[in-house]
């Protein structure tokens, strides 16, 4: 009975779900438990709020001696960065940041939010701008689209040919 030889029959993991495994012990020293708060957070406060502030921390309170089975633990203070002037737009939106940073966690894990206004780490733009259309696949395009009579349609076709007419990189 020997095991099977390493790497074989085994079915391939999506890398995410590896990079998140090897996140989250770093994460823990922040106070989080999972990764999944940060890396998630504009899917969880929305794009606008995610632009305004970032989580820094988990604070938990200190633990007693003897923790008793009969209560429950207490929520975490999550500790936000503000971009400077935004502190009141997010301590107004704080009861609908907290509602769904538990909904995600899938828990009463935060009960209370500290803001520290400072700038946000500057990111790179989600995507690039797409790069000029071939003239060549626009001519193709527009030709193809001659019998349409919708102005807005047609311009959309194009875009969509020029697209897809063009050359590969």
């Known amino acids: 009975m020997s095991a099977a030889p390493r790497g074989r029959g085994r ?8 990079v998140l495994k090897q996140l989250d012990p770093l994460v823990a020293r922040q106070g989080f438990g999972q990764a999944s708060l940060l890396m998630q957070w504009p899917e969880i406060v929305g794009a606008r709020v995610a632009g305004l502030c970032a989580p820094e921390r988990l604070q938990w309170p200190a633990r007693g001696r003897k923790p008793s089975p009969d209560r429950p633990q207490e929520p975490a203070t999550l500790v936000l960065r503000v ?3 935004f502190g ?6 704080g009861a609908a940041i907290i509602e769904r ?17 400072r ?7 989600q995507r690039p701008r797409p790069a000029r259309p071939d003239p060549a696949a626009r001519a193709q395009a527009q030709t193809a ?6 102005a807005a349609l047609r311009a959309a ?10 050359p590969q990189r």
Do not use: K
């Open 11 to 18: 079915i391939g993991r999506p890398l995410a779900e590896i």
């Open 83 to 85: 971009e400077p002037g």
């Open 88 to 93: 009141l737009e997010i301590q107004h939106m």
């Open 101 to 117: 940073v538990n909904a995600h966690l899938g828990w009463r894990c935060v009960a209370r939010l500290t803001l520290r206004q």
């Open 119 to 125: 700038a946000l780490p500057t990111r790179a733009a």
């Open 145 to 150: 689209t001659d019998g349409v009579e919708d």
């Open 157 to 166: 076709l194009i875009r969509l040919g020029e697209r897809a007419l063009a």
